[in-house]
Nanobody, 114 residues
Framework: QVQLVESGGGLVQAGHSLRLSCTAS????????MGWYRQAPGKQRELVAR???????IYVDSVKGRFTISRDSAKNTIYLQMNSLKPEDTAVYYC????????WGQGTQVTVSS
């Protein structure tokens, strides 16, 4: 059974940083293209960062230059380093496989105050 567990969220002021973690079981993050998604209140879930099997990455324009996705295959974990946070980054953040989506984890809440 696949399980995705997100952590690292919190309440921060604008301009500050957070690092999110997503630890997987049942799938290998190094063998799957993975993504970080977010869902703000009243909005649809949005894919913000992708890391492909070859290590290449793609970001949505709104986070480009501020967020960095990475992975540690030995820990079977992907990360999202979020710098220069803005109030509009406030959302619940989730990870998932891009090609073979799995049941969503509980997510981790990120709240950025102005």
């Amino acid at each position: 059974q696949v399980q995705l567990v997100e952590s690292g969220g919190g309440l921060v002021q604008a301009g500050h940083s957070l690092r999110l973690s997503c630890t997987a079981s049942g799938i290998r993050v190094g063998s799957n293209s993975m993504g970080w998604y977010r869902q703000a209140p009243g909005k649809q879930r949005e894919l913000v960062a992708r890391m492909f099997i070859d290590g290449s990455t793609i970001y949505v324009d709104s986070v480009k230059g501020r967020f960095t996705i990475s992975r540690d295959s030995a820990k079977n974990t992907i990360y999202l380093q979020m710098n220069s946070l803005k109030p509009e980054d406030t959302a619940v953040y989730y990870c998932n496989s891009l090609m073979y989506p799995q049941p969503w984890g509980q997510g981790t809440q990120v709240t950025v105050s102005s």
